[in-house]
């Protein structure tokens, strides 16, 4: 499974609200999504320390795991 990494772009005149497409992260050590039915779901990843896409993660603020699937990324 691919993970899609997007960032929200800040609408200009004549070009609405949009999501910017950082990368995919495809090596993570594992992922898991959490769906829930009254409210938001969760999802959490792991990924190695020395993995190099670590710094588009956390520039990302949107992930699509799969058609119909996708999160919030909420930095806390």
């Not at 792991?46 to 919030?72: H, M, R, T, Y």
């Amino acid at each position: 499974m691919d993970i899609q990494l997007y960032k929200f772009h800040t609408p200009v005149e004549g070009n609405p609200y949009q999501l910017d497409y950082l990368g995919v992260i495809d090596d993570f050590i594992s992922c898991t999504f959490t769906r829930s039915f009254a409210g938001l779901g969760n999802w959490s990843m792991v990924l190695a320390n020395s993995n190099k896409k670590i710094p588009l993660l956390k520039e990302a603020q949107f992930i699509k795991l799969e058609d119909g699937c996708c999160g919030l990324i909420n930095q806390s």
